[in-house]
């Protein structure tokens, strides 16, 4: 079993929906990143939780520490939103400052 | 522009060559880290570096090497390659790990 498990493994939306993608992890973390990746392209940051909620934009980021659980919405999905969403999640100090990746989320949102 | 510069953005080269990826990590960043992005086996971490130390180690081969330089550019170099070592491979920096990661775009490396 893997350590991050996204879900779900692939997304389509008309332009406009509400998604959401969910990450639940099953290590100790010290943090938890979302990240964006374009097809071909490199990887963008977009969040980094380590407790409650973050919103930029029309992205929302949420985490549950006790339920070891974290969301990504859009909201007012557009095109231009679809990429592979990544959930990552950082241990502790010292030797983990590593990532551990989840599989991604690949969002396709048509016109 | 992320701030951090991998070179070459594309590599073709031949099983049983030696290549060099290069990394510039974002100014003021200490930390690097390579990840290594293969259709198969998704993003892993392969190796990271602070002020010139190595830091951690994940699931790098031996036939791969790091090193980061004292202007704090980290160098990944990969020998003997085969068919299977053909992925993207990033490099990432951070200052403190508070402060989340910066990603670089990556250089994708195919091995023919």
């Known amino acids: 079993k893997n350590e991050v498990e996204q879900s779900p493994q692939n997304l389509t939306a008309q332009e406009g929906e509400f998604i959401t993608i969910n990450c639940s992890y099953s290590?100790?973390?010290?943090?938890l990143h979302w990240l964006q990746q374009h097809p071909g392209g490199g990887i963008v940051s977009l969040f980094m939780?380590?407790?409650g909620k973050k919103k930029h934009g029309r992205l929302i980021a949420t985490i549950n520490i006790q339920e070891k659980h974290s969301s990504l919405h859009i909201t007012a999905s557009h095109p231009r939103d679809s990429a592979v969403y990544i959930c990552?999640?950082?241990?502790?100090?010292?030797?983990?400052?590593?990532?551990?990746f989840g599989t991604g989320t690949l969002l396709a949102v048509q016109p | 522009d992320s701030g951090v510069t991998q070179t070459p953005k594309h590599l073709i080269t031949a099983t049983g060559q030696r290549v060099t990826l290069r990394c510039s990590p974002r100014s003021g960043d200490l930390s690097v880290y390579w990840y290594q992005q293969s259709l198969d086996q998704g993003l892993q971490f392969l190796i990271q570096y602070y002020n010139g130390e190595e830091r951690a180690k994940g699931n790098i081969l031996e036939r791969f090497s790091a090193q980061q330089f004292p202007d704090l550019h980290s160098e990944l170099n990969l020998s003997s390659l085969e068919l299977g070592d053909s992925a993207l491979y990033f490099c990432a920096s951070s200052a403190l790990t508070a402060y989340g990661y910066t990603f670089g775009s990556g250089t994708r490396l195919t091995v023919v």
């Open positions: 939780l380590s407790s």
């Open positions: 290590v100790g973390i010290s943090a």
């Open positions: 990552a999640v950082r241990g502790y100090g010292g030797a983990t400052n590593k990532l551990i």
